[in-house]
């Protein structure tokens, strides 16, 4: 599994369940991240990396606690505050829409598409007002 993509302990623990019982898991992969083969640091920079283009911050943060890494690990694989937050969402909404938003539900839908990609509401407004003068 490890072969084709980066993999957290806890995707790891939960795809191996049926393979064997929970101590013999557990062994295996403080053996793997003991050689180094299995990283949660790693797993979450390459997760960071290849999304990070399509996505804000809250929704790496999200994905990234629903695959079982520690906050700690997130925080340091995540872009700093603002570093470049705004420049991705110009960039996700000029391949969307690249138009402004005539009216008010033109503009609600055009927010909500930015949020649902974890974008923080005051970016949302920044990108939208831009587009609109």
Request: charged share 30%; hydrophobic share 40%; no cysteine.
């Amino acid at each position: 599994m490890l072969a084709r993509r980066e993999h957290s302990r806890a995707e790891l623990t939960r795809k191996l369940s049926a393979d064997g019982t929970r101590e013999d898991i557990q062994t295996m992969l403080d053996q793997l991240e003991q050689t180094g083969l299995l990283s949660d640091a790693r797993f979450a920079e390459a997760y960071v990396s290849s999304r990070a283009a399509r996505l804000g911050t809250a929704r790496l943060r999200h994905s990234l606690r629903a695959k079982g890494v520690a906050d700690v690990i997130i925080a340091a694989a995540l872009p700093a505050p603002g570093e470049g937050e705004i420049e991705r969402a110009r960039a996700v909404w000029r391949r969307k829409f690249g138009a402004a938003p005539i009216d008010r539900s033109d503009y609600a839908r055009q927010a909500r598409f930015l949020q649902q990609r974890g974008f923080a509401t005051d970016i949302i407004r920044k990108v939208l007002k831009e587009t609109g003068e």
